[in-house]
């Protein structure tokens, strides 16, 4: 049996635990009311929070109305902004495309300019014949340059100062050269007999004018009605080379510029400008410089005029006396200066005698040639040129080389259109 002292600590220690146990079931009960205040104010929350949802729900359902109108809206700019961006975009690729055109006729213009310098190089080799004249042809080269920098720089004030000739002054020009080439003509051989039947064997013994498909037809049918008329024909297509190159009688060692200007021509309005200004810069050379120029130019005039002599003797049958050379010297001067005034304008002209190609005859064209046979031009009748007397001049341009593709017929080639069975005699022995 346990003592009462034991009994007593046992006793105290069972107390000792139910107050404790008593405190931690009121710490429970304090902690469950804490937790029922809490359920409570969740509740609370909860009801709260379930009305708040109701009224998003609500707003949310507007919202989404206002989300849809707006979605239209947008979705119809859209379709239009994306037509204007297309519009926008095949337009600035149409642009892009004219762009790039440009560009590549810049590119070909480049090309072109490369290909002319290219040969230019090769033209100024083949006349460099000693270290000499290659040293010469470099400091004129650079010459040119500071030349051609200067006019640039000054052309618009010397713009219709020096080279623009008014086309009357060019028209007054070619009438000159025209009553030059008939005095001339009928001056040297007015007199002289004429057998038609030898004419055509004389013809083909002057290689000279073997190419002239015109003239060898009228000395095939000689007319001796007409034989003033086909001597001015024979002494213009024998003239025509002044015009037929841009710096007639330039020295040798500028042949170059020659073949330059063939390259360029294509290239219209710049080419033009360059061509005024390489007159202007041998017009306003060094004394050296000019002097060489005069002097190939009067050793290519002198040729030409023993040329044409020459010719002519071989085709009448005569000799040209020493008074009918000086006045064909005055003529082909005269022809040479007209010449150098065309090149020096900044339009185009084209001087040119109408030429038969694949066929024996020429047909009439009244709006660049005059019958001297015939006053009544335009009758509607169908006529052939059988003789081509003075040649047509025709202006490309404006005076300072603008509007390239206007073209005006300054004067009108002169022609014959006769009959194919006219064997008059001689009219004019």
Known sequence: MPNSSTLSARLEREINRNAQLRQEIETLRRQCKEDEEILTALSRRLEEGTELQASLHMQTSGLQTKVDRLADKLARRDKIQKAEYERRIAAVANERDILASKLRMAEASVERARAVEDSVKTADEKIRISEERAQTASNQVTALQQQLLELKTDIAARSGQHDNVSDQEILDMMNKLNHLVQNWCAN??????IDPHRMICRFEKVAA???????RRLYATFDTSIKIFIFQATVLYLLMPIFDTYFFGIPDELKGLDSAAWEMESLTTSFNEWRAMTYEFLRKSDNDLKKRCQDSQTKAQAQIVEQICKTMSSLTG???LE???QTLGTLVEHAVSLSQVLGSQRATYRCF???AIDQDAIEFESTTMENLMDDNESDGIAKDVRCVVFPALIKQGGERGEDMEVENVL???KVLCVEE?????DSMD
């Not at 040297?188 to 007999?193: G, L």
């Not at 069975?421 to 005699?425: F, G, K, L, P």
């Open 411 to 413: 004067v009108k080639a």
């Open 353 to 355: 005698l109408p030429q």
């Open 323 to 325: 008074e009918h050379k």
């Open 209 to 215: 004018l073997q190419e002239a498909k015109l003239l």
């Open 188 to 193: 040297s051989f007015r007199k002289i007999k």
């Open 421 to 425: 069975d006219s064997d008059d005699d």
């Open 318 to 320: 005569s000799t040209i």
